[in-house]
């Protein structure tokens, strides 16, 4: 798997909201947790926080509690143990999310929901977009922002870059180069991940799968039977998009 990005996506309502999911939980997380209002989007939030420690688990092959995370000044998780090595990027909008896991270069991904409004600068408004319209276009800059740990505002100039390499020219990420592919995305979503320079992304791509104990309550770590997913697998060896 060197050199290849792990992407799960995950049904949040699924994946639910219980005691095993909590305890994986760290201090940082629960006080988030704590703020969150809306019960709904506090459950979506543990599951989907929970799914991202044990999806580094599984890929470094150790058990949930050996994970340990530091975050970056803007909150984007670092992995300090058991392999700082390991690169992470988390993204969620409504009921769904995805996870991207990898080893020894910048990652980061982004997932919207297609007909999410949102509110724009003026200075990007009206402002033209690659391939797939403007939410392919914004989880393309977000996937590159998210990658090297810079802010929303920072990466608005590349919402018109296609997929492929892209370099930033502008502004505080100049000089920053990503390689960037759009992938297939859940429905009503679309999704996107950026790596740090030029080398093409290969991408194992599937669905996360819960342990009983997220939806039976009990202890325990197995997985029930796959069940056939309608995402689509990119294989380590397909490159673009």
Same mark, same amino acid.
């Given at each position: @798997?060197?050199g290849?990005?792990?992407?799960?996506?995950?049904d949040?309502?699924?994946?639910?909201?219980?005691p095993?999911?909590?305890?994986?939980?760290?201090?940082?997380? *629960?006080?988030?947790?704590?703020r969150?209002?809306?019960?709904?989007t506090?459950?979506?939030?543990v599951?989907?926080?929970?799914?991202?420690?044990? !999806? /580094?688990?599984? =890929?470094?092959?150790?058990?949930?509690?050996?994970?340990r995370? !530091?975050?970056?000044?803007?909150?984007?998780? *670092?992995v300090a143990?058991?392999?700082?090595e390991?690169?992470? $990027?988390?993204?969620?909008?409504?009921g769904?999310?995805?996870?991207?896991?990898t080893r020894?270069?910048?990652i980061?991904?982004?997932?919207?929901?297609?007909g999410?409004?949102?509110?724009?600068p003026?200075s990007?408004?009206? @402002?033209?977009?690659?391939?797939g319209?403007?939410?392919?276009a914004?989880t393309r @800059?977000?996937a590159?922002?998210?990658?090297v740990?810079g802010?929303?505002t920072?990466?608005l100039?590349?919402?018109?870059?296609?997929?492929?390499v892209?370099?930033?020219?502008?502004?505080?990420?100049?000089? !920053?180069?990503? =390689?960037?592919? &759009?992938?297939?995305?859940?429905?009503?979503?679309?999704?996107?991940?950026?790596?740090?320079?030029?080398?093409?992304?290969? /991408?194992?791509?599937?669905?996360?799968?819960?342990? /009983?104990?997220?939806?039976?309550? &009990?202890p325990?770590? $197995?997985?029930r039977k796959?069940?056939t997913s $309608?995402?689509?697998? $990119?294989?380590?060896? !397909?490159?673009?998009?």
């Amino acid at each position: @798997m060197t050199g290849v990005v792990l992407v799960r996506y995950l049904d949040l309502d699924r994946c639910g909201d219980g005691p095993a999911q909590r305890r994986l939980l760290d201090e940082d997380e *629960l006080a988030r947790l704590g703020r969150i209002a809306v019960p709904r989007t506090a459950a979506r939030f543990v599951a989907a926080h929970a799914a991202l420690r044990l !999806t /580094v688990a599984r =890929y470094c092959g150790v058990p949930p509690g050996r994970v340990r995370w !530091t975050r970056t000044p803007n909150g984007m998780p *670092l992995v300090a143990a058991p392999d700082p090595e390991v690169r992470v $990027s988390l993204s969620h909008t409504g009921g769904h999310a995805a996870v991207a896991v990898t080893r020894g270069r910048g990652i980061g991904i982004d997932l919207e929901g297609a007909g999410e409004p949102r509110r724009l600068p003026s200075s990007v408004r009206g @402002m033209s977009v690659g391939p797939g319209g403007f939410p392919a276009a914004w989880t393309r @800059m977000e996937a590159c922002v998210k990658a090297v740990g810079g802010r929303l505002t920072e990466g608005l100039p590349l919402l018109a870059a296609g997929p492929g390499v892209v370099r930033a020219e502008h502004g505080a990420l100049a000089g !920053t180069t990503w =390689y960037v592919r &759009q992938l297939a995305a859940p429905p009503g979503c679309a999704a996107a991940l950026a790596g740090v320079g030029a080398a093409p992304v290969a /991408v194992d791509l599937g669905r996360f799968r819960p342990p /009983v104990a997220w939806r039976s309550g &009990q202890p325990g770590t $197995s997985e029930r039977k796959p069940e056939t997913s $309608s995402v689509k697998r $990119s294989g380590s060896s !397909t490159h673009g998009r």
